[in-house]
């Protein structure tokens, strides 16, 4: 009979080997970030001195969008400024579901579905690239800056200025928006890594609800959100074709328990690894006690025929070994005495 010893794997959800938690592997993800702030402040350094020409290719940006009917900025934030609560909820989506959310996002992702953090850092590294080799290339100016708009979060918000000091900001990297792009990827992650309906409807609304903050606050212009989830989309499929999600933990599989067991062949003598994903009792994955008990028969060798009580057909050592228990289990009976 196989003998089994359960090893746990990763965390509920992925199948990947328990992630290390150690100081090296806490090193390597600041580096990354590291690289990310180092590239963004020599981004900002190239841009310091392009006002003239942010504010010209902003302007050039509400032209075009009036010439193809998307130009919704002026009358949609006329619409928010009218309410001081819709005001606030536009502020509050836009600085609260940013950085907040992300962080959050990634914290989680790291310590329960390391697949899926891999995938979403790996995507927002090369979103984030492209979005840098766009701000230099191609300065705007946010709407914020021109005539005829109110910048909201500026005026009528303390705790942005505490996630983002103003002179952290690149103030002409309007195009494309990392706001919707990046607040696509968390929904995309947590969309695949989770299967509660509630965290899958906030997946949703997050990059939606984004997308009417940075034209409400006058943060960005429309093309900007559809630019940024396109760049966003371009990071997610690098991502993919890098290091793809395994196809059993890829759409929303993380509520079963993963068991990985070391068995013991009894004929061969050598160490087989198997994969177990047990899911909970009720579920359509879960398999029925029924199931179950035919695969530890089949596991153990017995099965639905005759029992031999005997030990007629066995081998000469399987035969010695039957009668050396029975031998045992009568001297330890006192009915047998």
Known sequence: MASHAAKPVEPAGT????????????ARQVMIVGLGI???????????????????NGQRILEWEESVGLDWELGLQAIVTSSRVLTTLSNWAYIWLHWPVIIIA????HRNRRAHYILMRNAMFVSGLIGLAIFIR?????????????????????????????????????????????NLLVGVALYLAVSNRFVRAFAVLSPITMSFAIIATANH???????GAIVA??????????????????????????VENESVDAASGQ?????????????????????RDHTLAEKSGVHDGPIDIGGQGQSQEQQHQFESVTSRSQRSDPTQA
């Open 38 to 56: 180092f590239l963004y402040f020599a981004v900002r350094g190239q841009t310091e001195g392009a006002e003239s020409a942010a504010l010209e």
């Open 271 to 291: 160490l087989a690894d198997e994969v177990e994903v047990v899911g909970r009792p009720g579920e359509d994955n879960a398999p029925s006690f029924e199931s």
């Open 233 to 258: 989309g371009v990071g997610l499929g690098a991502a993919w074709l890098y290091e793809p999600l395994p196809a059993e933990i890829s759409y929303g599989v993380g509520d079963g328990e993963i």
């Open 138 to 182: 191609f300065p705007v100016a946010p709407p914020r800056m021109l005539d005829g708009f109110v910048d909201t979060v500026t005026e009528l918000s303390t705790s942005y200025r505490i996630l983002q000091p103003p002179d952290l900001v690149n103030k002409y990297a309007a195009v494309p928006s990392l706001h919707v792009g990046w």
């Open 221 to 227: 212009y429309v093309i900007d959100g559809i630019l």
């Open 15 to 26: 199948g990947l080997p328990a992630p290390e938690r150690s100081w090296a592997e806490l």
């Open 106 to 109: 990634l914290i989680w992702l």
